[in-house]
């Protein structure tokens, strides 16, 4: 089986040992075929993976449907897809649908996140995404198969698309829980803490991902302040890359008065963020809008309660009040009062994280979410188009 997928950005894609890399070769490689992944990038350019070949548009965001289109059916010509798979329901499934109706080959459209009348994303901005939000409402009926990564996503695509709920499918991101599980069970909560230079004892409050608007770490930082009033000792570990925040987050800290309690990580690799699991008591996450959230899928296989908004993504991952709490969206003091409850109680705190533990185990086994992806892709391409090319 021959994938032909249609991707935004090749963060990650140049490392054969990234993230991003190993998952997509273990995908080729359960389906027995090559997948030939088009990404929109400045730099023009092609790496050879054996089971998968990265092709680079060399096209900025505006150029990038004719760029793409091209590439791809000259990718199409050296090896013809079995199916056609976009990452978004936007630019990517608008050059998905040309290609449908060029190759006659099915289109499926996936959506990592949870746009569909999403307040808080339109109101980021609002020209640009109330037109990106018609395009997608547009294109989505047009597919043959969708894949959506949470249940609040899948029922917009039932309720109100109006979509066949056969073809709509919540398939999460295949999570590496391996390391995550390992080092909570090991000695790499001492070796974490003395990395931290924290002395025994000392609440740690961890928040890891993108640093983007939407992920208001403001807010986190609010509800540390509030966290601190109780416990003045407390550290606040973040681990992202300051450089892609879209707001002042030094001055945030500084307004919110926990920048002597604040300690930046950077961008950690999958292993050492395992590690700052196991040196941590809670993780905090205050989003406003979430369509997955792999770290806190991450954090509970670490066996680390989530303190999380009660996103798309996060309501399915967490289950409320036994792996974890979930507060309503912007909610400062409700984040704040959760955490602490779990820093005063640290049976809870470990009865809570041996169940998230579980939970995740049991529900994002990685081997079954790699092979319900793949089961998908075989169906939709067995099925052939459906509906009007």
Known sequence: MN?????????????????????HLEYARRMGGHIDLIVDTPRRGLTDYGAMTVHRT????????WAAYGMAR???????????VTQDPFATALTGFWLRRALRRPLLIQNHSCFLFNRYWIAER???????????????????????VNTAERKIYIDRLKLPADRVRVLPVPCDLEEFEQKRLSDAESKARNRLSFPAGTPVILWAGRPVR???????????????????????????????????????????????S????????????????????????????????RVMVEAGAAGLPVVATATAGATDIIRDGKTGY???????????????????????????GAAARKWIRDQFDPGRSYDAVVSQWREVAAMGLIGKL
């Open 262 to 293: 604040l300690v930046w990580m950077g961008e950690l690799t999958h292993t050492d963020l395992a590690g700052i699991c196991a040196a941590a008591d809670v993780f905090l996450y205050p989003s406003i809008y979430e369509g997955f959230g």
């Open 326 to 352: 979930l507060a309503p969206i912007e909610d400062a003091p409700a984040l704040a009062a959760r955490a602490r409850e779990l820093l005063a109680d640290p049976e809870r705190r470990a009865t809570m």
């Open 3 to 23: 994938l032909l997928m249609l991707g935004v950005g090749d963060s990650g894609l140049e490392n054969p040992a990234s993230e991003p890399v190993r998952r």
């Open 214 to 260: 939407f992920k208001r770490l403001p807010i986190l930082f609010t509800a540390f302040s509030e966290i601190r009033r109780v416990f003045p000792r407390a550290r606040l570990v973040v681990a992202g890359r300051k450089d892609l925040a879209q707001e002042d987050l030094d001055r945030a800290a500084r307004d919110a008065q926990v920048g002597e």
């Open 58 to 65: 060399g096209a900025r965001r505006g150029r990038y449907l």
């Open 126 to 148: 609002p020209l640009t995404f109330r037109a990106l939000h018609l395009l997608a409402r547009s294109l989505l009926p047009r597919a043959d198969a969708w894949r959506v």
């Open 74 to 84: 000259e990718a199409a010509r050296q090896r013809p897809p079995d199916l056609i």
